[in-house]
């Protein structure tokens, strides 16, 4: 499965790969997080999991249970270690609390390597063994809301190592090592392996998407921080220079009880027109995605706060321009004017799309450069390595 990969990043590359793996054989990786789909996570640990179990690590991946109640307060931890802002009180921190022991007793703690994902499995590590705990973090933790980085940064102090997406997000009142390791896209996934021309029309056709008229797309949970409204009024400010059409992918993700509050404001927003599809997709729907994103003339990631932002990635490597938020990990991916454009707001973001809705082939030069870019620095196998060597160095080998 791994040698698949030698066709995109190189034999020496993978080579490397299955040296280092060398030095965990046997050692067992429990992966842990919120949710089975919806959102990068879920998306980076359905191929990572499979490929560490080829090299030959003892690998495994769980999710944490929680009821409506946690998943609010980690949607509200969420928020406010991104903006900076919040109003929590303690039954708030209790509820977090009393999640993590139940939890402590259904998730298996027994691993070598317990590598736990982002805040809302955190707390398991007040129920650790002897053994590594390791605390990926995917989200921008740069501002936090002190009260709730406080109780957060209580449990991250124990763990032996953290992960960060970007270097801003790294922290200066931890003691712990800290590592940036960018996410990363699967080229050989369904997502964005390559589909033929006659598939996406097909896909198009499905969606009763106009194959001729030039699509904007945004691929993105309902989240206000992805900024769909912001997308829509830079879309009917555009529209009134060029005719086009704009796609909206959306999907619910089980820990984020946001979802439907905000996809309400998103249809009102839309109002009656015709040309934005908006598109409540199921999970999984990663052939449809693949082909609205290669079908489009212009790719949006307008995120206000972002951790990363696979979406810029997934659109880049198939050679799109891409608009994105000027935040979090989007500068790592979009070089402005370089792989693409950075924007801060609804006008900036507007006259990008207009430009390149324009200036077609100029599209082509910066999507060109952009697959180049994320074959570098943002596929699977980079941060496959990246994690192997974290492994092993918290493990002290
Ligand atoms: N995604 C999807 N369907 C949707 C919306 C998003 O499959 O309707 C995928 C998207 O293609 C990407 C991931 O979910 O792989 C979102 O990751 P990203 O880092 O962009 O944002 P997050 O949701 O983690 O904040």
Redesign the pocket.
């Given at each position: 499965m791994i040698e698949k990969y030698a066709s995109v990043v190189g034999e020496q590359e993978i080579d490397g790969i299955v040296k280092i793996a060398e030095k965990l054989k046997g050692v067992s990786v429990l992966h842990v997080n919120s949710t089975k789909a919806?959102?990068?996570?879920a998306?980076i640990l359905n191929r990572m999991v499979p490929l560490m179990k080829d090299l030959g690590i003892n690998v495994d991946w769980k999710i944490i249970r929680g009821d409506s109640e946690f998943f609010n307060v980690t949607k509200s931890f969420h928020n406010s270690l991104q903006n900076g802002t919040g109003s929590l009180n303690d039954e708030q921190f209790k509820i977090y609390d009393k999640w993590q022991e139940i939890n402590s007793t259904e998730v298996p703690l027994d691993y070598d390597v317990m590598f736990i994902h982002d805040p809302q499995p955190a707390g398991l590590v007040k129920y650790k063994k002897n053994n590594t705990w390791i605390w990926r973090c995917?989200i921008d933790i740069s501002n936090p809301f002190p009260p709730v980085w406080k109780f957060l940064s209580h449990y991250v102090s124990q763990y032996k190592s953290m992960i960060v997406s970007v270097p801003s997000f790294g922290r200066d009142d931890l003691d712990i090592p800290q590592f940036v390791i960018p996410?990363s896209?699967d080229p050989l996934s369904i997502?964005n392996g390559f589909i033929h021309d006659v598939t996406v029309r097909r896909v198009l056709r499905k969606y009763e998407i106009d194959e001729n008229k030039p699509i904007i797309t945004q691929?993105?949970?309902f989240?206000r921080a992805?900024d769909p409204i912001g997308v829509i009024r830079a879309f009917k400010l555009t529209r009134a220079h060029v005719d086009s059409q704009l796609v909206y992918?959306?999907?619910p993700?089980s820990d984020d009880p946001e979802g439907e509050i905000v996809y309400k404001e998103v249809v009102k927003e839309v109002g009656d027109e015709k040309d934005i599809h908006l598109l409540m997709?199921p999970?999984g729907?990663?052939l449809e995605?693949n082909a609205f994103q290669r079908a489009s003339a212009v790719v949006m990631?307008k995120s206000i706060k972002?951790?990363?932002?696979?979406?810029?990635s997934?659109a880049m490597w198939k050679q799109r321009p891409v608009i994105g938020g000027n935040t979090g990990g989007i500068p790592l991916q979009v070089i402005h004017g370089i792989t693409g454009y950075l924007v801060d707001s609804v006008e900036g973001a507007s006259h990008y799309m207009t430009f390149l809705l324009k200036n077609k082939e100029y599209g082509n030069v910066l999507g060109a450069r952009a697959k180049e870019h994320v074959r570098q620095n943002f596929l699977i196998t980079r941060e496959l390595r990246d994690y192997l060597l974290t492994i092993l160095y918290s493990m002290g080998k």
């Open positions: 919806g959102g990068g996570v998306e995917h996410p896209i997502k691929v993105s949970r989240d992805k992918v959306g999907s993700a997709l999970a729907s990663d995605i990631q972002e951790g990363f932002g696979l979406t810029v997934e």
